[in-house]
């Protein structure tokens, strides 16, 4: 397989974790597309660095923003090393980080990289704007 090809196909499943696990809620697809031995170099407070910390964020997103979705501005490739930037989308509906539901549309930018390894994620490292996430559901500055 050329490195194009492998690129390409890193680059869907990463395309598919995003558009129908992450945007649909489809977990058994996710179960089939991250590894058992994947590691979040990167977890979010209070999750595990491993595949159940990483679907639990994912629940815990789609309970606070039930219509949670990212538009994809762009993917590049490196082999199996996949970069996307995307901007997540959703109304907050549910309990997120201690904030009650406030009914607000959301926005915010995401950047991550995510090593697929015989078409499974095996490691994720991402930065996402979660300040403006806190802002735009009325957090107050320094979480006070």
Do not use: C
Request: glycine residues 12%; proline residues 5%; aromatic residues 10%.
């Amino acid at each position: 397989m050329s490195v194009t090809s492998v690129s390409e196909t890193a680059k869907a499943v990463v395309r598919r974790n995003t558009e129908e696990v992450q945007g649909g809620g489809d977990y058994a697809l996710y179960d089939e597309l991250f590894a058992d031995d994947f590691v979040d170099h990167t977890p979010q407070p209070g999750r595990t660095p491993d595949k159940a910390g990483a679907l639990e964020l994912y629940k815990v997103l789609r309970a606070a923003f039930p219509d949670f979705h990212a538009v994809i501005h762009w993917q590049a490739a490196d082999g199996g090393l996949v970069t996307t930037y995307k901007t997540y989308h959703g109304t907050h509906q549910g309990e997120f980080f201690g904030i009650a539901p406030t009914g607000r549309k959301i926005q915010f930018e995401t950047v991550d990289a995510m090593r697929v390894v015989d078409g499974r994620i095996t490691e994720h490292w991402g930065v996402a704007n979660l300040f403006s996430l806190m802002e735009q559901l009325g957090a107050p500055p320094g979480g006070r």
